[in-house]
């Protein structure tokens, strides 16, 4: 199993960045280098199914036993902080990343210092990634939506008009489903993070046992992942640590970057990695 990562700026802390749907690590997290390059060395993946990064076992094409559990990341992460001597480290998630950040988060919880988390997928799931991916019939139904997404938009949309499911719903499809390259990466990336799901209150306990710090940042006009959806974790946090920034979705990294290296950079927040 491999992915593939590209290395921006040169910070004496590390950072392992995981993307959101449809982008690249190294244009998602550009911002960060920019903004947090002289305090990050950011490891920015291209997630499975993205970027220069092929399936879970090298393949480009798609098949049902790709299935990437806790057990397989975790195996895959610790090659990779061996292999790049790697102690202590910062973990960030936008959106679809966050899943692979909380994964990170719960299985090294006693070698991170920070979680920072941006809009992200896995707090809690989203109804219509539990009906597509959960059972086998679901699943095939899912795949012959991504051949032809016509009906789906055309019930979805109907929905929205008579108020049965929220308008956030109804972009949430169509932002996800836009273009057949589109519909084809995220049908392969749905089923294939299936088993990386999480208990919320537990794993905050651990991580605030173990001392990590961890951030969540939302958009105030974000309609992918609205302030409600994350409810569940930012009523835990420390209200600075809860910070809602005037952006929508596309923007929160950048946003994000720039609230981050006025906080990390204090004395106090100051780590090694």
């Not at 244009?27 to 903004?35: Q, T």
């Not at 299935?67 to 990779?80: C, D, P, R």
């Not at 009906?151 to 929905?159: D, G, I, R, S």
């Not at 409810?231 to 970057?257: C, D, G, I, N, Q």
């Amino acid at each position: 199993m491999m992915l593939h990562y590209d290395r921006l700026g040169h910070g004496p802390n590390v950072l392992l960045a995981f993307h959101g749907a449809g982008q690249t690590g190294s244009v998602c997290f550009a911002p960060f280098g920019a903004h947090l390059g002289d305090f990050y060395t950011i490891y920015a993946f291209d997630l499975f199914y993205h970027g220069q990064s092929k399936g879970l076992y090298g393949r480009k094409d798609f098949a049902e036993d790709d299935l990437l559990t806790k057990a397989l990341w975790k195996s895959f992460i610790q090659g990779f902080l061996v292999k790049n001597s790697i102690v202590r480290f910062d973990v960030a998630g936008f959106s679809l990343g966050g899943r692979y950040a909380l994964a990170t988060a719960e299985a090294f919880p006693e070698r991170l210092d920070h979680l920072l988390l941006i809009a992200p997928d896995g707090v809690t799931e989203h109804p219509l990634y539990t009906l597509a991916t959960r059972f086998a019939y679901a699943r095939w139904v899912f795949r012959q939506l991504v051949r032809n997404p016509k009906p789906l938009f055309a019930v979805t949309e109907l929905a929205g008009q008579l108020r049965i499911i929220p308008k956030n719903l109804v972009y949430f499809v169509r932002y996800m489903l836009d273009t057949p390259a589109e519909r084809q990466r995220l049908y392969r990336t749905w089923v294939s993070l299936r088993e990386l799901s999480f208990s919320i209150l537990s794993l905050y306990d651990l991580l605030k046992k173990n001392r990590v710090k961890v951030w969540l940042f939302v958009g105030k006009y974000d309609r992918v992942f609205p302030l409600h959806r994350l409810k569940t974790l930012s009523r835990l946090l420390p209200t600075e640590r809860f910070v809602v920034l005037e952006s929508s979705h596309t923007r929160l990294v950048e946003w994000a970057a720039g609230n981050l290296s006025l906080l990390l950079k204090k004395p106090e927040n100051s780590g090694s990695g």
